[in-house]
């Protein structure tokens, strides 16, 4: 048990390490540039280190309880709100690409060249923080405070250091994103109120509901709340508009970690919370899913074709992707939130990876315009392997979690005879995004280069990736790769999970026994394998 | 060492050349180029090390990839007498152009990034002969995929390289659409995606066998072996050095496609064979016109390599898989000759593929010149030659099955010697037509012995009596099956008759029009409209960019439009007033001094704390 404290108040630093750090640099803008790297390497390693202690010391067996479980007082028990903080399997993987995506933003940050270094460093700081304790509380209360306490210097770091255009893509962003915020905390309080258990722990909450279920009426509504608030915080169709223009102009280090992890809270929220506590709620809203869902597929998939500047194809492309997450939680299965669960991992990793790229693209292009550019791969090869390798994870090429990620949704589409149609036009998406990506790789770094560009290739100025871009690409590439080569890191403690939080009976499988001869009826497990 | 381990030292040996090369060799050439060669070197005496148990068992082994609910994959080895066949001639073919690119390749500032992609793709190609279920199969066949359009654009400086390394990866996934949405709906109608797993399931009930499952399956074979609707990215695909369009785009990763339909031939109902059939007859008779209008000496043998595939896709239509498996080895070694003699004569004559430019090389060039000879009468189906065998079982076949495929396959006989003659008189006969031409020397030993090998290969390939045991199981039921044919002999005859009467008549003719070593096109000169119409390769390609750039491009555009300003512009700023009050309040804050942000989002955080927790 000794072993077990020490690892739940690991968890607790993992959240108050990045904050603290933050702290330290906002009062010390006199520190030289040396100490503050050093400080904020701390600060943004730290939760990696952790998360991957606890990923060693993970036990899959409590599946539908919580592991490193902590609870602390925060004087505010009369409501039923405490830091509770705890992780499961699916918990787990988000935490890790939190402090992944975490490390190679700070890593990239505080090379790059913004005014207010320590500024910039501790709003990313404060975020990291907010991420790491949003995906470890098992309190909803805090659940959603944290993700507030990361989302709020998002805002500060677009209006600071965004690029052309903050002022109107800020505003936008706030209004859309704070509007989401509020409709799924009005959804998290209604379902407080509802179950009258005076408390916002998720393990009371599942508890108290799974031995009397919200009646249908209530499901339904609560459900609309998490799913349109959620959904607007994932830019679910067709509530995107903030996202493309958004990314476009953040900075970043803001991009990355918000593109590459905040954007999944909605989707975690939806499927750690929303789905398993209100199942016929989630029913009831199956259809309207779906639809939307193909909308941001298909209908944003062709407005990505249509862009012409690098970063804000990215942008509608990191929402075309969401479409699959959503697909995933509509199927409502083990197989369907799996796989929305390694899509999101890898999204988060290949998105983050991408901003940073395509940021580095701009330091030696100048320009985001993808007309005019060309032929980069000659100056720069490094790079545009690295590029290459991104678009081909962010298109699914096996290997890359990505793939296995839409794969899985695919399959768990086609599990039921209903859903069965939806696997055609969802699955076009691979054929859209391999022509945007493939036609960025091309335009970029293939081909002869444009004239404006080409007097800048030969110039000399153009130089290929440096040591400090190469660090935080390598660490988002090994973890693409690991979770492309090895899905069982992430599927065998989701599975486990996943089993109790969607016990539902849906597989076609009995189809097959029954048309298969009686005697081989039994087999068939054995003849597979 | 039990065949299990030498599979995966075969899989794994070209996975670690790829690794090491990318991450510590990309200047290091040499060393690079000595790796690659090394691990295509291994994979040579594994394979050979995992076929020699004899013995007709089936190696299997899996292990779990991903588990979620009912959905599993896993990993595993299939290792049948088919897949022997094919691992034997990929490792070997793999190792001859290996050794090939060392002389080929030799004076490329990017070596290194070219050996590493060769590397990827031996071990993507072997991932699909060896894979044990369809999604695993899907996997390295998206790899293969990969690795092709990465060595299309080895040359990505030229803008032809860049647009057809991009076309073969896209037009490649719109087959592997049907190919993905197939094995889905295979996974839950069966249960599994294990190969023997639903061959058992087939042969306890035939009626599992679905022709939506078959023929979305279908898609990703079309788009592989590039057949009818989307055979258009294989002639561009010959951007790439020339070493690999031997290996990638002639002997083996088109050649995937058919293979992919050999192992699950026990999927296929009769109707969307009868489909694959013609499909693979009308590519045999197509891409043999389109060969005529090429001048380019690879864009030839890139039509004819299509034209090859769709007799493979014949065979296989008409039942004969094994047939088409027999066809598809001696395919890969004389298709694989050819593409290595071009390649030897481009490196002669520095980087010339006009074929009008060359003439005469037949004496500059003596070694390659008669190797070149032999891989082309091979393909012609000259009595004896390896070619002869397989496509006279073709033919035989058709002839049995069915008449139209049998006349349209002699067809294509006959103008595959006609465009293959009409390839070798210009460009090893007559006298040199260019300064490159006159110029030309013959290529290094490190070229010229793969060509000798496989020349050797291309004469004996198709002596099935001297295959060993252990091989070509397959091949030898189906041709014992079709000789137990009835009117099997007449047949026989008659094909022996139309098959040399094709190529005699074929080579022939194509000597007399065009004569030894011409400069020019005399069909261009005589009859223009003819040589456009066959220049034209009936505009499937200017459809196509037609329907990308006009129509999918423009809805593109007209969507974002929509997004922008009917989304964005009416249904968010038409709730301008929230807009505006929210705007005008937080302009008040935006002060733009930073503290004041900072300050505020403190006591806001306090203000929350102070009302939830009762204080206030």
Redesign the interface.
């Known amino acids: 048990m000794g072993n077990l404290e020490a690892s739940s108040l690991c968890l607790l630093v993992s959240i108050l390490a990045p904050i603290l750090v933050g702290l330290v640099l906002?009062c010390g803008s006199r520190f030289s540039v040396n100490s503050m790297r050093a400080l904020s390497v701390f600060g943004f390693g730290l939760p990696l280190m952790i998360g991957i202690m606890l990923y060693g010391l993970f036990d899959p067996l409590l599946a539908g309880e919580y592991n490193f479980e902590l609870r602390l007082p925060?004087?505010?028990e009369?409501?039923g709100?405490y830091l509770h903080l705890g992780l499961n399997g699916i918990s787990m993987p988000l935490f890790l690409l939190a402090g992944m995506v975490g490390l190679a933003t700070g890593l990239y940050a505080m090379n790059s060249k913004a005014e207010?270094l320590h500024?910039y460093l501790a709003l990313l700081l404060f975020m990291l923080g907010g991420l790491m304790g949003t995906f470890a509380s098992i309190d909803v209360f805090f659940f959603y405070f944290f993700h507030e306490f990361a989302l709020?210097p998002t805002f500060?770091m677009i209006?600071?250091w965004g690029g052309a255009g903050r002022r109107v893509a800020a505003?936008?962003m706030?209004?859309y994103l704070t509007l989401g915020a509020l409709l799924s905390l009005l959804g998290l309080i209604a379902l407080y109120v509802q179950c009258g258990v005076d408390s916002f722990s998720l393990l009371e909450l599942r508890n108290y509901l799974s031995s009397q279920a919200l009646s249908e009426t209530v499901q339904n509504n609560i459900f609309a709340l998490l799913l349109f608030g959620f959904g607007i915080l994932v830019s679910l169709f067709?509530f995107h508009?903030w996202a493309p223009k958004g990314y476009a102009v953040a900075p970043t280090g803001a991009a990355m970690l918000h593109a590459g992890v905040l954007k999944k809270f909605g989707l975690y929220g939806l499927l750690q919370i929303a789905a398993p506590l209100l199942p016929s709620g989630a029913e009831h809203w199956f259809p309207w899913i779906v639809w939307l869902a193909l909308g941001n597929i298909i209908?944003?998939g062709?407005?990505t074709?249509?862009?012409k500047d690098l970063k804000m194809m990215l942008g509608y492309s990191s929402v075309m992707h969401m479409g699959y997450a959503f697909l995933g939680i509509a199927c409502f299965?083990?197989?369907g939130v799996?796989?929305a669960l390694l899509m999101m991992v890898a999204h988060g990793l290949s998105v983050a990876l991408l901003f940073m790229l395509s940021t580095c693209v701009y330091h030696r292009s100048q320009t985001f315009d993808l007309s005019s550019m060309g032929?980069l791969?000659?100056k720069a090869?490094?790079l545009a392997?690295f590029f290459?390798a991104a678009t081909?994870a962010s298109i699914g090429?096996?290997?890359f979690g990505n793939?296995?990620g839409e794969?899985?949704i695919?399959?768990?589409?086609?599990?039921t005879d209903m859903t069965?149609w939806i696997?055609?036009p969802a699955?076009?998406g691979?054929?859209i995004s391999?022509?945007y990506g493939?036609?960025a790789v091309?335009n970029i770094?293939?081909?002869?280069a444009k004239d404006s560009f080409k007097e800048r290739l030969e110039s000399g100025q153009v130089t290929d990736l440096q040591p400090f871009e190469k660090l935080p690409a390598c660490l988002l590439i090994g973890g693409l790769l690991l979770t492309g080569i090895f899905?069982?890191i992430i599927?065998?403690d989701?599975?486990r999970e996943?089993?109790v939080l969607y016990p539902y009976e849906q597989?076609?499988?009995t189809a097959?026994?029954s048309?298969?001869?009686p005697a081989?009826a039994d087999a068939?497990k054995e003849?597979?394998? | 060492m039990t065949p299990t381990q030498s599979l995966l030292v075969v899989i794994f040996a070209p996975l670690l050349s790829a690794v090491i090369i990318?991450f510590f060799c990309?200047q290091r050439h040499g060393l690079a180029a000595v790796i690659s060669v090394t691990a295509a070197g291994a994979i040579l005496a594994f394979s050979l090390l995992a076929i020699l148990p004899k013995g007709t068992d089936v190696v299997t082994a899996?292990s779990?990839?991903?588990?979620?609910?009912?959905?599993e994959v896993?990993k595993g080895f299939f290792f049948d007498d088919v897949a022997k066949t094919m691992l034997i001639m990929v490792a070997f073919v793999g190792f001859l152009i290996h050794v090939f690119s060392l002389g080929y390749m030799a004076d490329d500032p990017a070596r290194g990034?070219y050996f590493g992609g060769l590397s990827i793709f031996m071990f993507s190609m072997l991932g699909i002969v060896l894979a044990d279920n369809l999604?695993m199969i899907?996997?390295?066949w998206?790899?293969v995929g990969?690795s092709s359009?990465?060595l299309i654009?080895h040359y990505?400086?030229?803008?032809e390289?860049?647009?057809a390394?991009?076309k073969a990866?896209?037009v490649n996934?719109?087959g592997?659409?049907g190919f993905?949405?197939g094995i889905?709906?295979a996974?839950?109608?069966?249960?599994?995606t294990?190969l023997?797993?639903m061959g058992?399931?087939v042969a306890?009930?035939p009626?599992?066998v679905k022709v939506s499952i078959a023929a979305l399956l279908m898609c990703g074979f079309i788009g592989k072996s590039a057949q009818f609707p989307l055979h258009v990215w294989l002639p561009d695909a010959m951007a790439g050095p020339t070493p690999v369009s031997a290996l990638i785009h002639a002997a083996t990763m088109v050649a995937a496609g058919v293979y992919f339909l050999i192992r699950i031939e026990f999927l296929f109902p009769q109707e969307v064979l009868t489909l694959i059939t013609w499909l693979g007859a009308s590519v045999a008779v197509y891409a043999g016109f389109c060969a005529y209008g090429q001048n380019d000496i690879k864009k030839i043998l890139a039509y004819s390599t299509l034209s090859q595939l769709g007799y493979m896709s014949a065979a296989f239509g008409l039942g004969f898989p094994g047939v088409a498996l027999f066809h598809l080895i001696t395919h890969a070694f004389f298709k694989a000759l050819l593409f290595l003699g071009a390649g030897s004569v481009i490196h002669g004559c520095h980087h010339e593929q006009n074929i009008f430019k060359m003439g005469g090389l037949f004496k500059k060039m003596p070694i390659t010149a008669i190797t070149f000879l032999i891989g082309t009468l091979a393909l012609c189906g000259v009595y004896g030659l390896s070619g002869f065998f397989s496509k006279d079982a073709i033919l035989i076949a058709g002839g049995l099955g069915n008449a139209p495929i049998f006349y349209l396959l002699t067809l294509g006989a006959f103008m595959t010697a006609g465009y293959m003659g009409r390839l070798f008189w210009i460009a090893f006969l007559g006298q040199p037509n260019s300064d490159c031409a006159s110029h030309a020397k013959e290529s290094p030993p490190t070229m010229l012995v793969p060509l000798i090998v496989l020349a050797v290969l291309s004469v004996a390939g198709g002596w099935m009596g001297y295959w060993p045991d252990f091989l070509g199981g397959l091949i030898k039921d189906n041709l014992d099956h079709l000789h137990q044919m009835d009117h099997y002999d007449a047949m026989h005859k008659k094909v022996l008759l139309f098959g040399s009467a094709a190529w005699i008549v074929g080579l022939l003719v194509s000597f007399f029009f065009y004569g030894a070593g011409a400069k020019e096109d005399r069909l261009e000169k005589r009859a223009a409209p003819i040589y456009g119409f066959l220049r034209s390769r009936l505009w499937f390609d200017e459809a196509y960019d037609f329907y990308v750039e006009k129509v999918?491009?423009r809805?593109?555009?007209l969507?974002?439009f929509i997004?922008v300003f009917v989304?964005?512009g009416v249904?968010?700023r038409g709730s301008a007033g929230?807009?505006g009050l929210?705007?005008i309040c937080?302009r008040s804050l935006?002060d733009g001094n930073?503290h004041s942000?900072?300050y505020w989002?403190l006591a806001g955080l306090i203000l929350l704390w102070a009302v939830?927790?009762?204080l206030l």
Not at chain 2, 187 to 192: A, D, L, N, S, V
């Open positions: 906002l925060t004087g505010l009369s409501i709100i207010r500024l709020i500060l209006g600071i505003i936008e706030t209004i067709p508009s209908l944003i062709l407005v074709m249509a862009q299965s083990v197989v799996g796989g032929g791969a000659t090869p490094v392997g290459v081909m090429l096996p290997g793939f296995w794969f899985t695919f399959v768990a589409l086609a599990e069965k696997v055609a699955a076009i691979i054929v391999a022509i493939l036609r091309s770094f293939f081909g002869q899905p069982r599927s065998d989701a599975n996943l089993a597989s076609n499988l097959i026994e048309v298969i001869l081989e068939p003849v597979a394998h | 990318s990309r899996s779990a990839w991903l588990h979620f609910g009912d959905f896993n990034r999604i899907f996997v390295f998206e790899l990969f359009y990465m654009g990505f400086n030229s803008d390289a860049a647009a390394s991009k990866f896209i996934r719109i592997d659409l993905l949405v889905v709906y996974y839950w109608h069966f249960g599994t294990n023997s797993g058992g399931y306890s009930n009626d599992l999918q491009q809805f593109a555009l969507l974002n997004d989304i964005k249904l968010v929230i807009v929210v705007g937080s935006h930073l942000y900072v989002f939830a927790s009762g």
